[in-house]
């Protein structure tokens, strides 16, 4: 099977069995969403979606949040990971939106990565939810997922599965591949014993035909 096909098969199965995939994170505007993917980093979706109504509650704009102290935003968010960091990452963000943008998210990878606690995989994650941009965010999950199916080969780096995985999909469906991957990881292909017996990319997968079914 060639890459192309191993591609084709995966948009196939993943079109039938999640159409409608999207982010997990709960949101209400783009300063919504860029608030929580900053504090998704190592964190769970579900602990992110428990932390924000606080926060937004009391900081519901950018400008509010430009404005926030520091031990005030660390006192709602405390029992995220890195609560520190990412105190001071939020503000930091929120200032210089206002600052240099206007108070308006930037919608470019280029502008977005210029902002405190956004790193590409953030800002490929904001273009391509609010904008449908063609930008692949690589977390944990598409990076492992990826590889284990094989639509990866040898990249060593998220950068480098970005830019394997962009290569083979449509520019129509690189925002929509991103929640694919993710959700598969985090419900199917998982870190430690992927669920291959409910997967239906057993017949496409790598892994499976190297390693899982050669065990048996």
Not at 12 to 40: G, H, K, M, N, W
Not at 148 to 156: F, H, N, S
Not at 204 to 212: A, F, G, L, N, T
């Amino acid at each position: 099977m060639t890459r192309k096909e191993r591609f084709q098969a995966t948009i196939d199965y993943f079109s039938v069995t999640r159409p409608e995939a999207e982010t997990e994170l709960v949101f209400a505007s783009t300063y919504q969403l860029l608030a929580a993917v900053i504090l998704s980093a190592q964190c769970t979706d579900k602990r992110v979606n428990m932390t924000t109504p606080a926060l937004f509650a009391q900081y519901p704009d950018v400008e509010s949040l430009s404005k926030a102290e520091y031990d005030d935003v660390f006192a709602i968010i405390k029992s995220i990971s890195f609560p520190g960091n990412k105190s001071r990452h939020l503000i930091g963000m929120a200032k210089l939106v206002m600052e240099k943008f206007g108070g308006e998210i930037p919608m470019t990878v280029d502008e977005l990565v210029q902002l405190p606690g956004v790193g590409r995989k953030t800002a490929n994650v904001i273009t391509s939810v609010i904008d449908k941009q063609p930008n692949m965010a690589v977390d944990t999950h598409v990076f492992r997922v990826s590889a284990r199916i094989g639509l990866t080969v040898g990249a060593k780096t998220p950068l480098q599965t970005e830019l394997q995985l962009i290569k083979y999909i449509p520019t129509e469906l690189v925002h929509k591949f991103h929640h694919w991957l993710i959700l598969h990881g985090r419900y199917i292909c998982v870190a430690r014993t992927p669920r291959c017996n409910e997967c239906g990319l057993k017949p496409v997968c790598k892994y499976y035909h190297s390693v899982v079914k050669a065990k048996d």
